[in-house]
Nanobody, 121 residues
Framework: QVQLVESGGGLVQAGGSLRLSCAAS????????MGWYRQAPGNQRDLVAA???????NYADSVKGRFTISRDNAKNTVYLQMNSLKPEDTAVYYC???????????????WGQGTQVTVSS
């Protein structure tokens, strides 16, 4: 069984910063890409940032220059440093990992439970 546990969400004023963390644990053989998605009420879940196991990252245009994704492969953990936060960044943020649980297992997507980020104006 695999678990992704997020932490670091909360309430912050516009212009402030937050750092999200997501640790993957359980029967993990290998992790490929890890990423962060967000979903605001009434909206679909959208990619915020993703990073490969080798450290190659990509970002949504709306967060480029403000957010930084990183990962610690030894700890199976991915981070999202969010600076210059705006009210439109308010959403539930979900961690995602593309991983497999064994040598012959397929690559599958796993999700965290989500953490709320609220940015006040």
């Amino acid at each position: 069984q695999v678990q992704l546990v997020e932490s670091g969400g909360g309430l912050v004023q516009a212009g402030g910063s937050l750092r999200l963390s997501c640790a993957a644990s359980g029967s993990i053989f290998s992790i490929n890409a890890m990423g962060w998605y967000r979903q605001a009420p009434g909206n679909q879940r959208d990619l915020v940032a993703a990073i490969t196991s080798r450290g190659s990252a990509n970002y949504a245009d709306s967060v480029k220059g403000r957010f930084t994704i990183s990962r610690d492969n030894a700890k199976n953990t991915v981070y999202l440093q969010m600076n210059s936060l705006k009210p439109e960044d308010t959403a539930v943020y979900y961690c995602n990992a593309d991983l497999r649980t064994g040598w012959h297992s397929p690559w599958s997507d796993y999700w965290g439970q989500g953490t709320q980020v609220t940015v006040s104006s």
